[in-house]
């Protein structure tokens, strides 16, 4: 597709099975090809996908005017990145025009291990190739990785800069592989006990029993949460309705680099900024309030918080478990589907 006579590709890869057979097996378990339908620009009707065999075979072909480009990786297949460098080369044929491909991810994965990150970038830099990735997590909205904006331009020359700085700083380890994995979701029975919980209106035994996970799987399902755009979204309705900045942040310990962070924040005035420098996963303003809170308050701000428990309601679910109910649809009663995203 060519928007300003610019090429847009959105770009993923897919690693599994160990022949095409065994790929079409698991492609029903694969959510990769409509990643990219919430992006910024339009998915050609020609570009949906089908999950069948044939999907994959057109796969195994790069074509330079559809918009989505899917490399479709198996173990008897020549060329690991062979719709990447195709991309590279088209761009390299027009590079007397800087930045006329743009590549979109949703996973710096796509370019394969933490090697092949770097050498990708350093070739994206020399032939002028932008990086639109975006992380809707963030407070701009971008990762820090990106190298273009959602107008298709390059980033401003710090923050285009400091994209590749990062990624040559990059070890192994420090990018998660969700490559081809579901998730199970966030459900509104999670999300109701999670809410209830950081709003300090149930102890961690009601909240745990009504996510429907062990107290451990709670907490890591809330720590994945944290980091996604639909927490980013119900957080600030929250602190619309429940002024949720006034009571300590729960869930989230306070960073063991938390005095940096705070003295880069206040240096630089950007939380993002602070959260990318000091290496902390990404903090939203209302949760740094609240781990402010919790960091000069200890254990007298959270007995505070702890006499907020709403009795009626530790009260009806008690009855509920014992009118042989499942904790897990306690939330029909709570009054909290209205504050929760769709």
Request: proline share 3%; charged share 30%.
């Amino acid at each position: 597709m060519e928007i300003n006579k610019q090429h847009i590709y959105g770009y993923a890869s897919i690693r599994t099975g160990h022949t095409k057979e065994d790929l079409v097996t698991s492609l029903q378990k694969r959510k990769i090809y409509n990643q990219f339908e919430n992006l910024m620009f339009a998915v050609p009707k020609n570009d949906e996908v089908e999950q069948d065999s044939n999907f994959i075979e057109n796969n195994m072909i790069f074509k330079e005017d559809d918009t989505i480009q899917i490399d479709v990786m198996t173990s008897a297949r020549k060329g690991m990145y062979y719709k990447l460098d195709c991309i590279i080369e088209q761009a390299k044929r027009e590079s007397k025009k800087p930045f006329n491909t743009i590549i979109v991810i949703t996973s710096l994965n796509a370019f394969g291990n933490c090697e092949n990150i770097k050498r990708y970038y350093k070739i994206f830099r020399k032939e002028k190739i932008g990086i639109l990735y975006p992380d809707y997590t963030r407070e701009s909205d971008l990762s820090e990785y990106s190298t273009c904006d959602f107008g298709f331009k390059p980033r401003s020359q710090s923050e285009y800069d400091r994209a590749f700085d990062l990624v040559e700083r990059l070890v192994d380890g420090d990018i998660k592989d969700n490559r081809g994995r579901i998730s199970d979701g966030y459900s509104i029975a999670f999300r109701t006990a999670f809410w209830l919980y950081e709003l300090f209106k149930v102890p961690e035994k009601v909240a745990v029993a009504m996510s429907g996970y062990s107290k451990n799987g709670f907490h890591m399902k809330a720590d994945s949460y944290e980091q996604t755009a639909n927490y980013k979204k119900e957080l600030e309705t929250f602190e619309k309705n429940f002024e949720i900045s006034k009571l300590i942040k729960r869930n989230r310990p306070v960073p063991e680099s938390f005095d940096k962070l705070m003295h880069w924040y206040e240096k630089k005035r950007n939380l993002e900024l602070a959260c990318i420098h000091c290496k902390v996963p990404m903090i939203f303003p209302v949760d740094y309030k609240r781990l402010i809170l919790k960091n000069e308050g200890g254990k007298k701000e959270l007995a505070r918080c702890l006499k907020l428990y709403d009795e009626d309601l530790i009260n009806r679910f008690e009855e509920w478990v014992k009118e042989g109910n499942k904790p897990t649809e306690f939330y029909l009663y709570c009054s909290m589907e209205q504050y929760l995203s769709s």
